[in-house]
């Protein structure tokens, strides 16, 4: 079963920039398409943006809260999914999580606190 450990959330003011990574174990990684999470107190988990797997060309789709703002991209030689987010805004603060689509498994998650 893949495996996911994210990191590089943190606190950053509004209009801050930060960039989420995630390792993913497993050797089949490339064939997965991944997806980046987040859940917000008291709310239920979103899926804010995705990317399509393969060693074609890949194809990202972002949730409308995000879009034009943040950026999903994949390194398979190093078993990463990045995501770069700028512009931040405190709505989306939360707890930031990636996972492959459909596989069911989560890393613990990294938090992403923006705050003035």
């Known amino acids: 079963q893949v495996q996911f450990v994210e990191s590089g959330g943190g606190l950053v003011q509004p209009g801050g920039s930060l960039r989420l990574s995630c390792v993913a174990s497993?050797?089949?990684?490339?064939?997965?398409?991944m997806g980046w999470y987040r859940q917000a107190p008291g709310k239920q988990r979103e899926l804010v943006a995705r990317?399509?797997?393969?060693?074609?060309?890949?194809?990202?789709n972002y949730a409308d809260s995000v879009q034009g703002r943040f950026t999903i991209s994949r390194d398979n030689a190093a078993n990463t999914v990045y995501l770069q987010m700028n512009s931040l805004k405190p709505e989306d603060t939360a707890v930031y999580y990636c996972?492959?689509?459909?596989?069911?498994?989560w890393g613990q998650g990294t938090q992403v606190t923006v705050s003035s």
């Open positions: 996972s492959a689509i459909g596989s069911g498994a």
């Open positions: 497993g050797s089949i990684f490339r064939n997965y398409a």
């Open positions: 990317i399509t797997g393969g060693d074609t060309r890949v194809y990202a």
